[in-house]
C-alpha cells in the first residue's frame, strides 16, 4: 500500500541507531558487542557479538565471588563488577548497561569467561 508523505502527516523518522558507534570517555551512549577485532579508524563496518560465551578484559572488581556474578560494561568496553558499578558512587568511565554474567574465572583467575546477553 503506498500512501503519500506530505508536510501534515505525522511521522517521526530516525536514522540508523548503529551510526553512533564510537568509543568516547565524554559522552557513552551506549556499548552494542565486543568487537570480533581492533577497530583502527572512524567510519569502518565492522561485526560485533552481541551475546554468548566471550573473553572481555575485567576490572579487578571482577573477582571470584560466587555471588558477584554480574557486570556492566565501562566507557573502555572492560567489564566492572555490577555491584561496583550500582554503589552510591558509579566510578567515572562506569555506565549502568548490563552486559551479562561471568560464567567462570575471575580478574585474578584464569579468563574469566563471560556470557555476554545482548
Sequence with gaps: ??????????????GNPYRFLAQNNDQILGVVGAPAVAVSAAAMYFWVQTNGPI????????????????????????????ATALAV???????AQVAGYRMAGSYTGNGPLFMLQG
Design 1 to 14: 500500500m503506498k500512501v503519500a508523505v506530505t508536510t501534515s502527516s505525522a511521522i517521526e523518522v530516525y
Design 55 to 82: 573473553f572481555l578484559n575485567p576490572q579487578s572488581t571482577m573477582t571470584a565471588s560466587k555471588e558477584a556474578v554480574g557486570a556492566c560494561f565501562r566507557a573502555d568496553g572492560s567489564l566492572e563488577a555490577l
Design 89 to 95: 558512587t558509579i566510578p567515572t568511565h562506569d555506565i
